[in-house]
């Protein structure tokens, strides 16, 4: 297997990962973000405290990067939540799981309790079948929450582990 480097990375260097937004963004089938998201208004949702960023190389190739920040302010903030992107070009190849397992690491190394995932659009089911595989349950599913830009209304799952 191709080893996967994942380092945090601050506001300055986000502008490696945008390529990686955009072709989600353009696909619009995973994210509930608008189409329109501005470079700067991703890195201040993706780097701005108390969320942090961290990005996947192989080889020097920019492959995927995740979020990790408290699911909620306050007495929520105990529980973790993630946001995943992996390139087109490098799907497949256990990027997906390696962002996953660095980021429930390091959720537990910043004293996270658990997991949670408040939007995972149903028809995700690559994303869906892995989380499961790394211990997540779905805890809920929103009816019709998300307009896929082919499938019309979808569901989107609450998905949850401890950690």
Known sequence: MTEITIRQIQAEEFNRVWPIFGEILASGDTYAYP??????????????APARCFMAE?????????????NQPGPGDHIANSSYMVASAAR?????????????????????QAMQFNFVVSTNTAAVRLWRRLGFEVV????????????????????????
């Open 92 to 112: 497949g190849r256990g990027v997906g799981e390696a962002l996953c397992v660095h980021s429930l690491q390091e959720a537990r190394r910043s004293g996270f």
């Open 58 to 70: 192989i080889a020097g190739e920019i492959v995927g990067c995740y979020r990790l920040a408290p």
């Open 140 to 163: 809920g599913t929103l009816p019709k929450a998300f307009r896929h830009p082919r499938l019309g209304l979808v569901d989107s799952l609450v998905m949850y582990r401890l950690l």
């Open 35 to 48: 189409a329109d998201l501005s470079l700067e208004q991703a890195c201040a949702m993706w780097t701005s």
